[in-house]
């Protein structure tokens, strides 16, 4: 059983950058698809990125494609997400998640294991 922990969440102005890690326990940390998650308070969890075992595949949602970056240091069993040129809708607690595959999914149902999150605020 893999655990991940987020961490590298916090307070930003608008237009700012914050970059996100999470560190996964376990073997085999390029055999699981990764993904990142958000919510927002009232609003239900929603698609951010997801990375391929290799990191050679990425795929994002559409409300940060062009300002945010997903990958992995497989050596070191973490994958990041860049944030940049952050706005305000953007705040949300940011969730962490592996699934065991091959290929890319957006349904957070897909993911079986979860970190605990890491708040991001931007103010405006």
């Known amino acids: 059983q893999v655990q991940l922990l987020e961490s590298g969440g916090g307070s930003v102005q608008a237009g700012g950058s914050l970059r996100l890690s999470c560190a996964v326990s376990g073997r085999s940390f390029s055999n699981y698809v990764m993904g990142w998650f958000r919510q927002a308070p009232g609003k239900e969890r929603t698609f951010v990125a997801t990375?391929?075992?290799?990191?050679?595949?990425?795929d994002y949602g559409d409300s940060v494609k062009g300002r945010f970056t997903i990958s992995r240091d497989n050596g070191k069993n973490t994958v990041f997400l860049q944030m940049n040129s952050l706005k305000p809708e953007d705040s949300a607690v940011y969730y962490c998640?592996?699934?065991?595959?091959?290929?890319?999914?957006?349904?957070?149902?897909?993911?079986?294991?979860w970190g605990q999150g890491t708040q991001v605020t931007v103010s405006s």
């Open positions: 998640a592996a699934r065991v595959g091959t290929v890319l999914r957006r349904l957070q149902n897909e993911y079986r294991n």
């Open positions: 990375i391929s075992g290799s990191g050679t595949s990425t």
